[in-house]
């Protein structure tokens, strides 16, 4: 997609061996704004990069190739460090992500409505139509360890619920904890203020870390059901399932032992990683 030189949107993926979805991701972009926009792939590491760079120059993106897998936030980072300084919003998304059309342009128009509020997340939806539970509260001790205990035997536990406690039924734009980092757009300004992606994340949790800490700068996380997009999959770890299992509970644990640091909850934090290795090992038996 060629842009001017002073674009509105920064439209950010990131590429691991997910080169078969990047062209329909990159297609349905053209369709998700009108407004000007620069779209930037960022590429961690793929064995062959031969059809992301052949996406990326049919659809004008522009191509990053890292020599290392620099995880998921990293990727994201590399791509609005080589992005214009001019773009407003940063539009963070999976490549395995189809947007709408208006998609993007409806995030943005809320964002631009509401001053107060850092990120706007849309409805989005599994390739099946239902929809994925993208927006929810931040955990907290009780509800995080209630929802990793009983979240996958008893769905409907009440930790579980609270957790994902948004009515997804609903069209009303509302304020959630944080917002799936598979599809979010984000202000620069804050994004900026909060000094983007913690990195130390390799995968998983750095999109509740972020909402976390645009919460405590004062900044609104809103839940756009007006706007959607459909997730089709993680493509890119589905062929390294028990590491990435391996990697969501570290990420898990590094979240809510910083959230709950002090010395004297010392045998919290001991809980929480012995609960979280029982947990691993059930899950990938």
Known sequence: MPHPHTPSVLIVTVTHNTGDVL???LRSARTATAEP??????????????????ASDEFGAEFIASTENLGYG?????????????AEYLVIANPDVVFSPGSVDEL????RERPAAGSAGPRIL????????????????????GHA?????????PWTKRYRGVDYASDAVRPVGWLSG??????????????????????????????????KAAWANLYVPTASVIHTGAHSTSTASRRMEAVHHESAYRYLSRKYAGWYLLPV???????????QWWVTR
């Not at 990293?74 to 001019?86: L, N, Q, T, V």
């Not at 620069?188 to 750095?206: C, K, L, N, P, V």
């Not at 001991?270 to 947990?279: I, N, S």
């Open 23 to 25: 062209h329909e991701f």
């Open 108 to 111: 943005v128009r809320v964002l």
């Open 182 to 215: 598979a599809c979010f757009v984000v202000r620069r300004d804050a994004f900026e203020q909060i000094g983007g992606f913690d990195t130390s994340y390799f995968m998983y949790f750095e999109d509740v870390d972020l909402g976390a800490r645009l919460s």
């Open 37 to 54: 926009a620069q779209i930037v792939v960022v590429d961690n590491a793929s064995a062959d990069t031969t059809v992301e760079q052949a």
């Open 149 to 157: 205990l009983f979240g996958r035997l008893w769905p409907g536990n």
């Open 74 to 86: 990293g990727g994201i980072e590399a791509g609005y460090r080589h992005g214009s300084p001019d």
């Open 126 to 145: 599994n390739a099946d139509g239902t929809v994925y539970p993208s927006a929810r509260s931040l955990p907290s001790l009780r509800t995080g360890v």
């Open 269 to 279: 934090r001991a809980t929480l990683w012995v609960g979280l290795r029982v947990r």
